[in-house]
């Protein structure tokens, strides 16, 4: 299945330009970790963003809890995107009809399209929101995850809500890439859906607000996911950023290199 080729082997296929960008960083920098800087002023965003930069392919922000906003910090994002070498994911969490994504997506005081090479969106009004956000991401060269899976407790996207979810990627496979989930999405092997997977900590299990845990291992060699998503894991402890990041990009890794292992014909 095409989960278990390698980053590099699925990079040379995708049909999604940013999704075959992603596959080639990841090889390049031998990195599936996504950091989610999930901090209210700009200050610290950007010397976490940069101090994580080297050892990550993606990182995740929500641009909406910035209290100091504006338009130099996506530019500041963009400029550590290129030094460094990763792409940026604003984790939006769209949720309305096609025409109001559209909006949202595109103006607003973020302007996420301008700047953000992946977002997300819920799935729960219907296929319509995916064409609204195609409207403005396509030409831009964008990719779109759907949300078929959350990490938190008591989530009600599962079931027939995640199938059907895979089911509306398949029908738009030119502007989405995958899936935030807490599984393998793919059912074929001539289709490449990419899995990142949120809730990823090596210390502790929860929060007590509903978030759980599991090991960078679980995610990739047991569940089949293909990036890992850390947030206070490693931003947690301002003291130790760059270690954690270099740490979990290892766990990362390492599970990746176990999986293809694994799988080797
Ligand atoms: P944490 O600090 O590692 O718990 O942060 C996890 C991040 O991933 C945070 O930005 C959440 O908004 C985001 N997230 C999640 O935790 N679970 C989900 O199912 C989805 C997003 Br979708």
């Known amino acids: 299945m095409n989960t278990y080729k390698t ?22 920098k031998k990195s599936n970790l996504s950091v989610a800087v999930d901090v209210t002023s700009k200050r610290e965003l950007l010397s976490i963003a940069d101090a994580v930069g080297p050892y990550i392919c993606l990182l995740k922000t929500h641009i909406d809890i910035v209290e100091d906003f504006d338009m130099d910090l996506v530019q500041q994002l963009q400029e550590l995107s290129k030094k460094h070498d990763f792409l940026i994911f604003e984790d939006r969490k769209f949720a309305d009809i096609g025409n109001t994504v559209k ?3 595109a103006n607003g005081v973020y302007k996420i399209a301008s700047w953000s090479h992946i977002t997300n969106a819920h799935t729960v009004p219907g296929d319509g929101i995916i064409k ?18 959350m990490s938190s407790k008591g989530s009600l996207a599962k079931g027939n809500y995640t199938t059907e979810s895979v089911e509306m990627a398949r029908h738009h496979k030119d502007f989405v890439i995958g899936f935030i989930a807490q ?41 089949g996911g293909d990036i890992i998503i850390v947030g206070r894991g ?28 694994l799988h080797q014909h």
């Open 234 to 261: 490693i931003y947690g402890n301002p003291d130790q950023v760059e270690e954690q990041a270099k740490r979990y990009r290892q766990a990362g890794w390492d599970a990746y290199l176990e999986r293809v292992r």
């Open 132 to 149: 609204g956000l195609a409207e403005v991401g396509l030409p831009l060269g964008r990719g779109l995850l759907l949300l078929a899976e």
């Open 103 to 105: 909006h949202q997506y």
């Open 7 to 28: 980053y590099a082997e699925r990079g040379k296929n995708h049909p999604n330009a940013c999704a075959r960008s992603l596959f080639e960083l990841m090889e390049r």
């Open 183 to 223: 599984h393998k999405m793919n059912s074929y092997d001539e289709e490449d859906f990419i899995v990142m997977s949120p809730g990823v900590g090596l210390d502790v299990k929860g929060d007590g607000l509903g978030q759980q845990y599991r090991t960078p291992h679980e995610v990739i060699v047991g569940s």
